[in-house]
């Protein structure tokens, strides 16, 4: 069936790095790919998405890049700050249904 | 323009009895999904449905859970004979009618099933 893999589980960065997610999909017919922030006990909340269309995405400190022909999509989340402190979801929308990643426990070390 | 708004936040449930679980959509929207998330875990879909319809429920276990979306009211999630692996937390998420395949899904703030 689809799959979205999602690499790290765990990120650790220094406060003013740079942090990087990536994620692979298998559906190739997919054509959206939102990005999802969630604070411990919170919902999960869209930060930026990206459509099949377009390869590269920027929004302030935040950018999502798409290869489509390899399958797989990025996160870019730059000067990182103590409140970017979340698990980050990739996802891809395979026909009716959006598939998760598992998921990357991000920390900014003080 | 409330959110979507589910019901209740919290339910705690004895094994062998029925959890239901409520999802309001955003006003406007006609597509609700379900999701369930385990502790330290991703969102796995469960079921997406319109409006008196179930469109995909291919991530539904076969056997003890439901869901419906009546012409009225909120969309219900039911879950029979409750077992100590339902416990988890429930995110339903709405879209807006003509988004298709490319739309934002706008989330609840869960409800968390504690079974004993």
């Known amino acids: 069936g689809e799959n979205v893999e999602q690499h790290p589980s765990t990120l650790s960065v220094q406060e003013g790095d740079s942090a990087v997610i990536k994620c692979t999909y298998s559906?190739?017919?997919?054509?959206?790919f939102p990005w999802y922030k969630q604070e411990l006990g919170k919902r999960p909340q869209l930060i930026i998405d990206?459509?099949?269309?377009?390869g590269e995405k920027k929004d302030q400190r935040i950018a999502v890049t798409l290869n489509k022909t390899a399958k797989h999509f990025s996160l870019h989340i730059t000067e990182t700050q103590p409140e970017d402190s979340a698990v980050y979801f990739c996802?891809?929308?395979?026909?009716?249904?959006?598939?998760f990643g598992s998921g990357t426990r991000l920390s900014i070390r003080p | 323009n409330a959110g979507v708004m589910q019901n209740p936040r919290h339910l705690v449930r004895r094994r062998g009895q029925e959890a239901r679980l409520r999802c309001s959509p955003m006003?406007?929207?006609?597509?609700v999904y379900w999701y369930r998330q385990l502790p330290e875990e991703g969102l796995k879909f469960m079921v997406y449905?319109?409006?008196?319809?179930?469109?995909?429920e291919s991530g539904m276990p076969k056997e003890r859970f439901s869901a419906e979306f009546p012409k009225e009211g909120p969309s219900i999630l039911r879950i029979q004979q409750v077992v100590r692996g339902d416990s988890a937390a429930y995110f339903c998420?709405?879209?807006?009618?003509?988004?298709?395949?490319?739309?934002?899904?706008?989330f609840g703030p869960g409800t968390r099933l504690t079974v004993l």
């Open positions: 559906d190739s017919a997919s054509n959206y």
């Open positions: 449905l319109q409006k008196e319809n179930i469109i995909d």
């Open positions: 998420a709405s879209s807006p009618p003509g988004q298709g395949a490319v739309g934002e899904q706008f």
């Open positions: 006003k406007g929207h006609s597509h």
């Open positions: 990206i459509r099949s269309n377009v």
């Open positions: 996802a891809a929308r395979s026909a009716s249904k959006i598939i």
